[in-house]
């Protein structure tokens, strides 16, 4: 199976390393196990978006943008937890 070498801090070494459930688990592993949500949108869905409805928003829009930007926390640390 082809592999890529890659550079980490130590910090992030140490803490994939704690993050394996066996000592024999390959890092390849731990970090398949982890997920990162596919949500947002593309920057083809954002052109197209632009393209239908124009470079303005509605007021409507706007206040849910803005919500959402306030709503908006730091992503779940993938490496603990469930």
Do not use: C
């Amino acid at each position: 199976m082809p592999s890529k070498t890659i550079s980490l801090r130590i910090e992030a070494y140490e803490r994939l390393k704690r993050a394996r459930r066996y000592p024999s688990e390959s890092f390849s592993q731990v970090v398949l196990r982890a997920s990162w949500p596919n949500e947002g949108i593309t920057g083809a869905q954002l052109l197209r978006q632009y393209e239908e409805n124009g470079a303005s928003y509605s007021e409507e829009a706007l206040t849910r943008i803005e919500q959402a930007k306030a709503d908006d926390l730091p992503p779940e640390d993938k490496w603990h937890g469930s």
